[in-house]
Structures are given as C-alpha cells and as structure tokens.
C-alpha cells in the first residue's frame, strides 16, 4: 500500500486525434514502464480494431513509478479512456475514479466538440484540469491562440498550460512534475469497511475476467471474500495487481490506489461497470453513487448470408459477448433472411465494431438490417388484448396501426463545433434530420451549434455526411434526452410485389415520402437486372409513397459465347455463381448484400 499523499490519479481527456494516447504512450516510456524495445506504438489501446481505427474503445489503466523533482517517488495512475460518445458511460466512471485530468488539445486544430463535453464532465467530478497543448512540432501549429481558445471557451486558466509534442517528446518531463505538483492525492480511508469501484471490466485467456478497481475506502487483498452490490453476486478475490503495463501481482490495494483483481469469474456481464465492491462481512451499508445499467440504444438483425453459418455465429456472437457486455442479442428469424440475430448496441460504432469483428475475425459473411432505435408505443385496447405499452425494437414487429395510441422516439441533445464556412451546410443538414437548434455562438472564427435531435435520424449516416460537408473539420457530440412523440409510420419495400422485411423502417411522415423514393431509386441501381421487369415500391400501409421499375434484362450473358469457346462459358457461369453467393434471393429477384447497408444511407436531401 502506498502513503495516500504520494498517490496521483488522473485521466487524459482529448478529442479523437489529438494525440491522448502518443502521450500516454511516452509518459509510460519516461517512467520506465517498458524498455524502447517493448514498447510498441501504442500500448494503451490495445485491440487490433483500435489499432487500425486509431481509436481508444475500452479504458485501460497503467501505473507509472515516478521520481519527481523533490526526489520522491510518487505512484501515478493513468487512465486511459474511450475516446467515443458510445461510450460515455465508461467515460464517466473512468473520470470518477481519478482527482485530475490532463486537457490535450491539439496545437493546430485548438478545441473541438469532443473536447468540451469531456471538460465539462471532469468538471462535474471536481477534477484539478492541467492543459497540455500537444502537437507544437507542427508548422501549424499556434499554441498562444489555443492557450486563448481554452480560457475563452472552457473557462479554464491556460497560462501555465504544458507545451508538448507527444510526436518527438518534448515536454513530456514537465507534464509528468505538472501531475505531481497540480493534482491532489486521493482520500481514504483504510481503516473503513471495503469500498471500491468497478472501473471496467475485459476478458483476458489466460485470468478470465479482469476487472479494474479504484479502492475509495479500506483494503482489497487475496483471499478476501466480497459482494458486488449492485450485481448481487459474491466471489472469492485470487488476485491482485497493477498494470505497469505488464501484470504486477500486488498483497493488496488500499485507500486512493487504482488496480485489478481477479476473482475466477467466467463473463463480463457479471462484472458491470460503475458496481461498488465490498466485503461479504462488515461490508459498507450504502453503495457508491453513479452506477448506471447500460441499455443497448441501437439495434439491427445480423444474418449469414449463407444460411448453414447459422451456427458458426451463433457461437462467434456469444464469444464477442464474454469481452462486452454492453451489446445484446437475441434470436431472430425473417421469412426472407432466414435464422440470425437481433443484437443491441451502444451506438453505431459499436454496431460496426461488433459486425467488424464477426466478419474479420470469424470470418463470417453478413447481411445487416437497417439499424433501428427502440420506440415506446402505446396500444390501445382491442377484443382480444388490454390497452399495454411495448418497446419496439424490430421494424418487423411494428403493431397494427389502428391499436397505436401514441409513439415515442428517443431524442439527443447534439453539440456542434464548425469553422464558419461550413456553418450553413451544417443548418440544413440538422433541418432536414427533424432538428430543433437550441443555441449558435461563435469563438474565433468557429461556430459552436447546439440542435435537439431524433436520434433515428443521426443514427445512419448525420456523422458521415457532417464529415464530409465540413471536410473533415465539423466535431460532433451528443448525450441523450428521453423520448419524445412523433408521428412515425412504418414504410415497408416491395420487390417484385413482395414485402422485404430487413429494408422497412420507422419514419417520421412528413419525410416519408422523400426517403421512400431516394430508397427506392438507389434500390434500382443496386439491384441487377432481371430476365423480366421488377417494380420498387415503397409502401406505408396500404399505401405506396413511391416507385421505381427495373427494366428487364434483354439477353442471357451467356448467350454472347453461345457455340464459343466452352471453358469461357464455364467461367462466366461460375463468375454468376460466385456473385449469387453474396445476394439473397426475393421470390425470384435477387438482392445483393451490398444493397441492405447502401440502400439505407439516405445520402444527399
Ligand atoms: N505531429 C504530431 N503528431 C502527433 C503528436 N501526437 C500525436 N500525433 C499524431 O496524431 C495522431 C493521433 O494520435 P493518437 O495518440 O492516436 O490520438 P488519440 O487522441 O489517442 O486518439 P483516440 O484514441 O482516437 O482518442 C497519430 O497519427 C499521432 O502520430 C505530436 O505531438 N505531433
């Protein structure tokens, strides 16, 4: 155990880019943690997908031994933390577990969306906030405008703001003395009954599951038998340590220190982020404020295309969810898609790290039906059912419209951050998503733009298309604000005259109809033709909003070498066969995988 006073606890808060985990990696390095030639690029984030994307998805936590300037030897406790508002919850609890953060703003792009929310929030957890400008190695970079951008924007005082470049090292020894001498020590106390928070949780092969602990009162140590309050279950601890980043086994963990235990627990789920840790005897009476139960916010069906991987993902999918226990799945079947699964997740990026995953590393083939946030519809009485309340998770389940009383959609609150010239594309943008702006101020030549939106409208493609209107430069935020009542349909689409279940959606009426035809004018170009004329239709009800014809195919591709050269023909043949293997056949129209995720981005309005 060490002495509370030579304990630091902090996190580092960044926007996407801006360099959080290149600093951490070098503040590891300075202290010792890994030798040059152990540390390869980027040690914190550790998963192949966090690699390749460049982005933090699960908190991880290091212990540095440092020897400050006064010559004593502090234990630093960095965390690192998910860089996406997926993630937010596991955001909050890695803040909550820390006195202090250090603010990393890049040199050249200054303070950005992402920035301000995470401020904002370390804030709200009376965090001890030392700016570092990262980056100053860039010829674009203009430390003295960010220094200004900081204090006009957050509020914060920036003079003695640490200039670094986490790229070639400089600064990195005054960030390590600004951790020691700015954020306070933890508090504690040992002698209390066990307190200790779930920081987070991941499955490792070789100790099954990890869990991350920030002890706030009394001692955690081996052989110590201890309840999870909020999970309701008891385990045995066998272990306890520190990452330096390697596994360090400790004797135990007191007041203020932050570590990991193991307790031969076999999934994920049972360790939930934000749970307060306690002794089975003598344990504390009240459990930590803040623990939350993580609900999945967005939700599609995932099918193989080859039906008999039914199985092979099955498997896959559980496996997926021993490490993650935020996303959900269960049974599904379609008349037309066969056996799969409708999963559950934090936001559309986790939907596309899971669907990544399946397919890279299980190598699976998939169909992914439109994503769909979860409504809360009343239902009226009817002659065989009582008046209820369902929670729609499926467009395929969408009830009898005449038994709807009322439908809820779940609403965000978006933040955000634009240089000036795009500020106009970025309005209309918003307007035709259904927005209601709440409030637009300018700092230095960037509007920051606040909107109350439906979340059924950002969930497909608003990142993407912001992205691309701002080239790039737009930063985007957003929490959510409950639910809200809207006049939504469901709009089903016929091929061939019949229904495709995996393409209908839950629209707001007034822009069914334009997101109907763009539907189906891009199922058109998406959908190879046919010996004979297939009709699009885009239908509410009974009612068709809009239609599209593919006009038959004139010959047979084979015909072109009829009487030729025989192994050609094979070859076309079998070059048909192969593409046949990603579509999926309507009755007698074949839909290839491409046109289920395509078809949906509703592109430019
Ligand atoms: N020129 C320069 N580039 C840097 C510096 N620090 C980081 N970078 C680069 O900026 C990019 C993003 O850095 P990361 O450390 O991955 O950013 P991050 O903030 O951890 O990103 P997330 O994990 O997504 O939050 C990488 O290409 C780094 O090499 C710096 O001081 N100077």
């Known amino acids: 155990m060490t002495d509370l006073a030579l304990i630091r606890n902090f996190s580092i808060i960044a926007h996407i880019d801006h360099g959080k985990s290149t600093l951490a990696d070098r503040l590891i390095q300075h202290t010792g943690g890994l030798t040059e030639r152990e540390m390869s690029a980027q040690v914190l984030d550790n998963m192949d997908i966090e690699k390749e994307r460049g982005i933090t998805i699960k908190a991880q936590t290091v212990r540095l031994n440092y ?7 502090y234990e630093l406790n960095l965390m690192d933390t998910p860089g996406h508002v997926d993630f937010a919850y596991e955001v909050s609890r890695s803040l909550a577990a820390c006195e ?11 303070v950005e969306a992402q920035t301000l929310a995470n401020v904002y929030q370390s804030i709200e957890h009376d965090h001890e906030i030392v700016p570092v400008i990262n980056k100053i190695d860039l010829p674009a970079a203009e430390p003295d405008k960010v220094r200004a951008e900081i204090e006009e924007v957050i509020g914060l005082d920036a003079s003695q703001a640490v200039l670094t470049s986490a790229k070639s090292g400089i600064g990195i020894a005054e960030v390590l003395e600004a951790v020691v001498t700015r954020i306070p020590p933890p508090k504690g106390d040992r002698a ?11 499955y490792d092969s070789y100790l099954g599951v990890v ?7 009394g001692v955690i140590k081996k052989g110590l038998n201890v309840k999870f309050m909020a999970g309701g279950t008891e385990h045995l601890i066998d272990r306890v340590g520190c990452m330096t980043p390697k596994l360090e086994v400790l004797e135990e963990l007191g007041p203020g220190e932050i570590g990991i235990i193991t307790a031969q627990i076999k999934e994920v789920a049972q360790a939930r982020v934000g749970d307060t840790i306690t002794t089975v005897k003598n344990g504390a009476a009240q459990a930590l404020p803040g623990f939350k139960e993580v609900q999945p916010v967005v939700f599609c069906g995932l099918f193989p295309v080859d039906a008999a991987d039914f199985e092979k993902l099955r498997e896959s999918i559980a496996r997926l969810r021993l490490n993650d226990a935020s996303f959900s799945f269960e049974m599904e079947s379609s ?27 299980y190598d699976l083939d998939l169909i992914t039906t439109a994503p769909s946030v979860v409504y809360r519809i009343q239902l009226r009485k009817s002659k065989t059912d009582d008046a209820r309340e369902i ?18 959609e779940p609403w965000i609150k978006a933040v ?14 918003c307007q035709d998503r259904r927005g209601v702006q709440t409030g637009l101020t300018y700092v230095g030549g960037r509007a ?8 059924n409208e950002v969930v497909f493609d608003f990142y993407d298309r912001l992205k691309s209107i701002s080239r790039g430069y737009a930063s985007f935020d957003y929490e959510q604000i409950g639910l809200r009542e809207g006049d939504l349909v469901k709009m089903g689409i016929l091929v061939n005259n019949e229904p495709v279940d995996a393409l209908s959606m839950i629209v707001h009426r007034s822009v069914a109809e334009t997101r109907g035809r763009h539907m189906c004018e891009r199922l058109k170009d998406l959908i190879p033709r046919h010996l004979f004329k297939i009709p699009i239709q885009a239908a509410i009800g009974g009612k068709v909003v809009a239609r599209e014809t593919i006009s038959a195919m004139r010959k047979d591709v084979t015909a072109k070498c009829y009487g030729g050269d025989i192994s050609r023909k094979k070859k076309l043949l079998d070059k048909q066969k192969k593409g046949k293997a990603r579509m999926r056949e309507y009755g007698n129209v074949s839909i290839p995988q491409e046109a289920f995720i395509a078809a949906l981005r509703m592109g430019e309005e």
């Open 67 to 73: 020897t400050a300037k006064d010559g004593i030897t």
């Open 100 to 110: 202090g953060a250090l603010l990393v703003v890049d040199a050249a792009q200054g």
């Open 192 to 202: 209390a009954p066990l307190k200790a928070m779930l920081v987070d949780s991941w």
């Open 211 to 217: 869990i991350l602990v920030r002890v706030i009162d």
């Open 335 to 361: 008349a037309a898609l066969g056996f799969g699964f409708r999963c559950g997740f934090l936001g559309l990026l986790h939907l596309e790290i899971i669907q990544e995953r399946l397919t890279r590393e």
């Open 391 to 408: 929670l729609l998770h499926n467009p395929a389940d969408y009830p009898d419209p005449s038994r709807i009383e009322t439908i809820e």
């Open 416 to 429: 955000i951050y634009t240089p000036d010239e795009y500020l106009g594309s970025i309005l209309k943008l």
């Open 448 to 455: 920051q733009v606040s909107y109350e939106l439906p979340l």
